[in-house]
């Protein structure tokens, strides 16, 4: 085709339409945190405020448009084809750095992605023209980087993390201050002012700050500029007294309200600030292909001035696309687990905690806790007395097989996070400075945590930890978005024949990582470990700890062939992958051996027996996950060292017990697998044979030192296996033991 730059505009608007879909999988469900968390409104109506705040930020994000026409480069250094190469460049590179992200699990931010990403590749773009002109060198860089407004913005998305965190905990201290966690019981007026100032905030910031960016402020603008203090006290004054009426006369929770709102509010701010994440680089290159098409000049020598000016944006590409981040919402499977990984972050109660703690996250807690003595030393204790008594939580009674309903937190805490979060991204917003929705969200529910006491002794290392994880993953995500641009952008430059190929790799990337999800979907739907709410009689004990016996004896007995099988050929690679699947399955039984806490607090007061027999269970899994550890270990280390290859007869012995122990494993597979523990007794007896192979050879072994083995390195991992297979048989016979007699003696009682 002689005019390439039309596949570009389809490939780019195929790029966005996916970039959308991919970003708003982990990046949307930011907002829905509070009001999920909170449980205060059903999960069916907070989607749909939510998406019709979507649409609503959709129509007013125009504005926000000019940071890729303009924001961190100068177009009027650049020519159109030098545009094209560059918008294509960033978004191939959005699509891939996400993609990635995802599949290994980090968290990352769209729109550190995109402005790191349109600097990388207007650099490398730049750099490329400097060094093709004779007159020019590398200080001109800044005549054609926007370098002012580029710092300002990534100085205002580092300061955003700062700011939301700080905001997020001196706003819910005092909130905290003001209702206790008997909120219910505070007076009328408290709600009602409350109220009052949350819908204010909401009604300036959201509304009124949102209506600059469509075609029709103009019609409003006399209105409000010049009157701000005068809207504000109106407001507050009205929406007080109209909080009071709806408490009073229709006794209307104000909190559900604001959540409500604030879930509407947020999801306006995160559309009206994201949006141009996704579509602001086609619509840009659309808008550059209209001035060069009317040009009547070549691509290498239409100047791009053009794009300095402000361009109005199409209303109806924006509804188009907030439509898609609407259906990207309702039918993300992604985003369960986003929602899950904020919420567990910042619930108030103790659970399973998601990162683990690192040297720093340990130095940072004990800082914490050396100021909170010092503070706590210079505070009068009639003061300190009195802020604990607004922090102390309220004992709930429920039946433990209902403890899974209780919310993360409290209405107060969901309010506080709604309200600051749409504050800040609106203010931003307003003055056209693109941030992280994802890490103010995520920053602000982190500061209304540990302003609300959530980050106890037992849980605020994890917590911290998962904190820097997340700063740590801003950082890594700004790095790599900025050299990846410039890679891609380098290529496109130096031959358009790159663009097919790096699309190609983008389609098979995507499709490789969308089968791995849909392949990890289906393993945790296989996953044996149940809601421990639902474990309270020895029954649920039975039934749940012979799904993981069951499960265990089929992957040890997978893991123990392959590792004979891949020492026999001295395949390393085969070797390694077996070691992460031995891995994971150490972790697995961990994972359980950390939940006992949790599992024993919900058994009733009949079957609290029942624990003493699961921890022994737990016991003897890891007993024998360890054994298989130490087996693939040791396999992987002789033949990464290089060492000689077993002997025949020690290769032939092997297999043998393989074989015995494989035939042993099925069957106990297929006992608790069936529940028909009655045929225990027939395998205890058949552990017997199996021993005294093992045993034999040894003595086999201890012959063959003494005649002809040569090798000191064969005998030692020979003689490790043969020992640890023993350890394991031995851990499996004593579980099954423990498990007959628990079994037997739950019988007679019943």
Sequence with gaps: MDNPYILMLIALTVLAIIDLVVGVSNDAVNFLNSAIGSKAISVRNIMIIASIGVFMGAITSSGMMEVARKGIFNPNMFMFQ????????????????????????????TTVSIVFELLGAAVCISLLKISANDSESFNDLWSYINHETATKIIFGILLSVVVAFSVGAIVQFFSRLIYSFNFEKRATYINALFGGFAITAITYFIIIKGMKGTPFYKDVKHLIEGNTIAI???????????????????KINILKLIIGVGTFSLAMAFSGNDLVNFVGVPIAAWNSYQAWEVSGLAADAFSMG???????????????????????????????????????????????????????????????????????????????????????????????????????????????NLIVAGILIS????????????????????????????????SAVYRVAGVLNVIGGWFLTAITAFLAAALVAYLIS?????????????????????????????????????????????????????DHISEVATRVNKLYTNVVNDLANHDLNKLRKTDKHVEKLNDEIDGLKDGVFYFIKSLDETSVQASKFYIEVLGYLQDVAQSISYISRASYKHVNNNHKNLKKEQLKDLKAIDNQLSSLLVKIN?????????????????????????????????????????????????FSVLLETKDLIGALMSLLQTYEEFYLNTKQVK
């Design 427 to 458: 203010i931003a917003t307003s003055m056209k400075l693109p941030l992280s929705t994802t890490y103010v969200t995520f920053m602000v529910a982190m500061g209304t945590s540990l302003a609300d006491r959530a980050w106890g002794r037992e």
């Design 494 to 546: 130096w031959d358009m024949v790159m663009i097919p190929i790096l699309l190609a790799i983008v389609a098979i990337l995507i499709g490789r990582n969308t089968l791995i999800h849909r392949k990890k979907t289906k393993e945790v739907k296989k996953q044996q470990f149940i809601e421990r709410a639902d474990l309270i009689t020895i029954n649920g004990v039975i039934e749940e700890s012979a």
């Design 306 to 416: 053009v794009l300095a000016k402000k361009v109005p944006s199409n209303v109806w590409l924006l509804l188009i696309a907030g439509g898609v981040m609407v259906v990207t919402l309702w039918t993300s499977s992604k985003a369960q687990n986003v929602i899950k990984t904020g919420i567990d972050l910042s619930r108030q109660g103790e659970g399973h905690e998601k990162f683990q703690p690192n040297p720093l996250s340990r130095v940072v807690v004990r800082v914490a806790m050396g100021l909170n003595s010092v503070i706590s030393y210079i505070i009068p204790k009639p003061t300190l007395e009195f802020v604990n008594s607004k922090f102390e939580k309220p004992v709930i009674s429920l039946p433990k097989d209902k403890t899974y309903e209780l919310p993360a937190f409290d209405l107060i805490r969901a309010s506080v």
């Design 232 to 250: 504000i006290a109106g407001s507050f004054a009205a929406w007080s007294l109209i909080s009071q009426l709806l408490i009073k006369v229709f």
């Design 670 to 718: 297929e006992i608790f697998k069936n529940r028909t523990f009655d045929d225990l007794d027939n395998v205890l007896i058949e552990k017997q044979a199996l021993l005294v192979d093992v045993s034999n050879s040894i003595e086999k072994q201890v012959a063959r030192i003494r005649t002809d083995e040569t090798s000191p390195k064969n005998t030692t991992l020979y």
């Design 82 to 109: 030098d545009i094209m190469f560059i918008f294509m460049a960033v978004m191939i590179t959005d699509i891939l750095l996400l993609d990635i992200f995802n599949s290994l699990g980090m968290p990352t931010s």
